[in-house]
């Protein structure tokens, strides 16, 4: 049974500093693996997907690398901003394509 | 193109009560998807439907839960009689195909029972 596990819970950092989010994961038959953000009050925001052949993918600021081997999956976020704050999620696609969800990092950005 | 809509954005609603959530998919989008997250734990696969079938139901807790996705377009989630144990954030989604480019999410609707 797939488990995706997130750590840290929660992160405050302040601002202009580089972070990397960690995501576990216990079964590496995985068809791919993405990466959401949620702010307060509002729904989920896929920000990176990687497929399971891939390695990394790249947005902006961010980078998110996939190692299947091992389980893990990093989210890389350059020179932090007040406007990252926010609550990260990483969700694991098995071959039935459910997604299997960490419980999140919270993230604060701080001025 | 607009994105997944959900409705209500909140409902608060006595235990015994029935409640219909909805979910509009981003157009021509086949796959819709609902998820469910309770307070403090991750959040759960309910049901997967492919145009108007239930391709996977294996995540919807019990009985009292319904799906319907009428003509393949919205999707209804009517959870009747409501308990307590059933507030949180339910969530719908949609892709175009089988999640292999990813899904796009609705803002969730947020269900208290009191």
């Known amino acids: 049974k797939q488990e995706v596990t997130q750590i840290p819970a929660a992160l405050s950092v302040p601002e202009g500093e580089n972070l990397v989010l960690n995501c576990s994961f216990t079964?590496?038959?995985?068809?791919?693996l993405q990466w959401f953000r949620q702010d307060p009050g509002k729904g989920l925001t896929s920000l990176l997907l990687i497929q399971s052949s891939q390695r990394e993918q790249t947005s902006g600021r961010l980078n998110a690398s996939l190692d299947k081997s091992s389980g893990r999956s990093t989210l890389y976020i350059a020179a932090s901003q007040p406007g990252d704050s926010a609550t990260y999620l990483c969700a694991v696609a098995g071959n039935n394509r459910k997604l299997i969800w960490g419980l999140g990092t919270s993230l604060a950005v701080n001025p | 193109e607009a994105g997944v809509t959900q409705f209500p954005s909140h409902s608060v609603i006595e235990k015994g009560q029935t409640v219909t959530l909805r979910c509009d998919p981003i157009?021509?989008?086949?796959?819709l998807y609902w998820y469910r997250r309770v307070m403090g734990k991750e959040i759960k696969f309910l049901l997967h439907?492919?145009?108007?079938?239930?391709?996977?139901e294996s995540g919807m807790p019990n009985n009292r839960f319904l799906a319907e996705r009428t003509g393949g377009t919205y999707s209804t989630l009517k959870v009747q009689p409501a308990e307590l144990e059933d507030s949180g954030v339910y969530f719908c989604a949609s892709s175009q195909d089988l999640g292999g480019y990813g899904y796009t999410f609705g803002s969730g609707t947020r269900l208290t029972v009191v």
């Open positions: 439907f492919v145009k108007e079938s239930k391709q996977d």
């Open positions: 079964d590496s038959a995985i068809y791919n």
């Open positions: 157009s021509g989008h086949d796959n």
